[in-house]
């Protein structure tokens, strides 16, 4: 039985939703995945239910999930600007700017590392970063959850999707469920893999050779979701005084100094700006910037060379990255009503 997600006020129009019975249970579900994309585990500990991910979009959603009650999730991440903010950098309370740009959240479930720089595992890592960072939402956890506790329509949902009252560990769980049905496939070169020879135009069959072939995208943007999930130095940021370092920070190997995680590219056409600075505006300046062999630096990727494309090149690649990884079935949510 297949039908459409209704969640609250709003309607997933962008995925549909099978009903799994028999040794599943009544109350699990099972992502159709679109066409293109890999099986998406789910963690045996944060199951599906329809219950959990309308709880999820309903946090995901809800301002008072930040600390003066002005920011949610979606503020930042917003389904009409690709799961993105559509600016250079997030803003959280008090109009604070971070340094980073907004990643999508499209396929984020595929991904096991989380941010720019990989600090976090899996949705349910991630879920309550955000929530925590005092220019973001600057929520602490024991705040968040006493604030929940006085929202009766969310004391009662907790009880019935966990069991208990509410709490942070929970709030990430719920939030990851939700963010794990945020699906991007069956584009334009999904269905030519598929064997629609018609379904890229000529120009975009063009771009996909230029992609795959002379300026080697895929060595970085691999597989189904066009991402390795690793970390690379592109020279991002190296032309100036004090360049993000990035994964680095993280891990203190000397390699990863610079190194940025590879973006899906999926749904490209919508989420820019782009870069983890945000600091491209246009999927051309982007190419133009690949073109020329990014910016120089002990740690730049061997993959990064200057590839000597033709105008008439640069322009089908981004045909191919515009039309051909842009959905026809595009997730798209509306925001829910909230619980009092």
């Not at 946090?59 to 979606?74: E, G, N, V």
């Not at 602490?140 to 009662?156: A, T």
């Not at 469920?177 to 893999?193: C, I, M």
């Not at 996909?208 to 066009?226: D, I, L, M």
Request: proline fraction near 5%; include cysteine; aromatic fraction near 10%.
């Amino acid at each position: 039985m297949k039908f459409k997600l209704n969640m609250g006020a709003g309607v997933f129009t962008g995925l549909l939703v099978i009903l799994a019975i028999g040794a599943m249970g009544n109350d699990d579900f099972k992502l159709e995945i679109p066409k293109g994309l890999k099986k998406l585990k789910i963690p045996r500990d944060n199951r599906l239910t329809l219950e959990k991910i309308q709880l999820g979009k309903q946090l995901y959603f809800d301002k008072r999930l930040s600390k003066d009650q002005t920011i949610s999730c979606a503020s930042c991440h917003d389904p009409n600007k690709g799961w993105s903010n559509g600016e250079t950098f997030a803003t959280g309370i008090d109009g604070q700017k971070g340094g980073r740009n907004s990643p999508t959240i499209i396929n984020s479930g595929y991904q096991v590392f989380q941010f720019w720089d990989g600090r976090a595992l899996h949705l349910e890592g991630q879920a309550l970063g955000p929530i925590q960072n005092p220019i973001e939402m600057g929520l602490s956890l024991d705040e968040l959850e006493k604030r929940l506790n006085g929202i009766e329509g969310y004391v009662l949902q907790f009880k019935n999707v966990f069991g208990n009252k509410p709490n942070s560990g929970d709030v990430a769980k719920a939030i990851a469920a939700f963010e794990r049905t945020v699906l991007s496939g069956n584009s334009p070169y999904d269905q030519y893999k598929d064997g629609d020879t018609k379904a890229l135009s000529e120009a975009a069959e063009r771009g996909r050779r230029v992609f795959f072939n002379k300026a080697q995208c895929s060595a970085c943007h691999a597989g189904s979701n066009f991402t390795d999930g690793a970390f690379h130095n592109i020279g991002i940021g190296f032309d100036g005084s004090s360049p993000d370092l990035g994964r680095f920070v993280e891990t203190q190997v000397e390699g990863d100094k610079g190194s940025f995680k590879t973006p899906t590219l999926r749904e490209i056409a919508r989420s820019g700006p782009y870069m983890h600075d945000g600091s491209f505006k246009t999927l051309e300046a982007i190419v133009d910037y690949y073109n020329k062999g990014g910016n120089a630096n002990p740690q730049l990727d061997e993959e990064i060379f200057e590839l000597n494309l033709t105008d008439q090149q640069k322009k089908d690649l981004i045909v191919f990255l515009k039309e051909g990884l842009s959905s026809a079935n595009y997730p798209t949510v509306d925001p829910p009503a909230l619980p009092k």
